[in-house]
């Protein structure tokens, strides 16, 4: 920002590639309780799996209602990874599904994906290997009406409307109604990391006695005491939302992924739980079939 007035956003026009699953020289992960899993959702197209699902209600590992977009040049993936936001429109110029439209739904670490949700029978006729256009928007978004100490970013300008985030008025405080606010203790992988370009695990247990309660895919979360500003870190006093993105895990120190996109200390910007009505990113916000 400069001044009074902010600065106008640029627009970038990205490539990405959908992602085939990868496993190393064994199929199989060791989870928690040392048990061995084949890890089936980890990247590339998932079926069956869309907003609004519970990330416990599949037998998968970090399983994305979508596709996961990577880039073959590493450099390229960074900034795939790192200019993407949620809400972004997505389309398909290759393949049997060329020209269908997709959004983009959330980030996935390991050396960055971008995750894009389809309509299923757009899914179904996308491969590995289809070339995916992208219109980047959202990153050093600075509003008059936010605090000067909030940071928002991985989030297209035009979601903030349909998100329950209340912007009251000019510097005021921000409140943002989630599904459950967890404390940073539970963050897993992703600590350290760039908040720009990865999405943060959160180590929650399943629903039940002793269990945090559900949580679905496009959920807002709030992680206390987390700065999310640069590289994810604990900071007293802090507050990070972000909207979850993928599904659960059976391996140590992950679980549901969350997209950071509010950053702020807790006087500023003040996360409401609703367990029971909260609404959070949705498809038809995004106008997918």
């Given at each position: 920002m ?10 970038v026009?990205?490539l990405?590639?959908v992602?085939?699953?990868a496993?190393g ?16 959702g ?17 037998d998968g590992?970090?399983a994305?209602p979508?596709?996961?977009?990577v ?6 993936r960074?900034?795939?990874a790192?200019?993407?936001?949620i809400g ?6 290759t ?29 179904a ?6 070339e ?16 000067l ?20 008025g ?11 606010s967890v ?20 180590q929650?247990?399943?629903?039940g ?8 895919l ?9 700065d ?11 507050v ?14 992950h ?6 996109v ?5 006087t500023?910007l ?20």
């Amino acid at each position: 920002m400069t001044g009074e007035a902010a600065l106008r956003l640029v627009a970038v026009n990205l490539l990405g590639v959908v992602e085939h699953p990868a496993l190393g020289d064994t199929p199989y992960r060791v989870d928690r309780d040392g048990r061995s899993y084949v890890p089936a959702g980890d990247g590339g197209i998932v079926m069956d799996l869309k907003l609004g699902d519970s990330v416990f209600g599949l037998d998968g590992d970090h399983a994305a209602p979508g596709a996961c977009l990577v880039h073959p040049d590493p450099a390229s993936r960074q900034a795939l990874a790192s200019y993407a936001c949620i809400g972004n429109q997505a389309r398909v110029r290759t393949g049997r599904a060329a020209g269908a439209q997709g959004a983009v739904v959330g980030k996935r670490g390991e050396e960055g994906r971008v995750i894009v949700a389809f309509g299923q029978d757009d899914l179904a006729r996308l491969r590995p290997g289809d070339e995916v256009a992208l219109r980047a928007r959202g990153q050093g978004l600075c509003l008059p009406v936010l605090p000067l100490n909030v940071t928002i970013m991985n989030l297209d300008p035009d979601m903030l409307a349909s998100l329950p985030v209340d912007l009251a008025g000019q510097g005021g405080p921000v409140d943002v109604g989630v599904r459950m606010s967890v404390p940073s203790r539970l963050a897993g992988n992703g600590i350290g990391r760039p908040a720009v370009a990865w999405d943060l695990d959160l180590q929650l247990p399943p629903p039940g006695p002793g269990g945090a309660g559900d949580l679905a895919l496009g959920d807002l979360v709030a992680v206390t005491d987390l700065d999310a500003r640069y590289n994810m870190g604990y900071r007293r006093g802090w507050v990070t939302v972000g909207v979850i993105g993928h599904g659960a895990s059976p391996l140590p120190g992950h679980g549901p992924g969350l997209t950071p996109v509010l950053t702020g200390p807790a006087t500023a910007l003040r996360p409401v739980p609703d367990p029971a009505g909260h609404v959070g990113l949705t498809a038809a916000m995004l106008k997918l079939q």
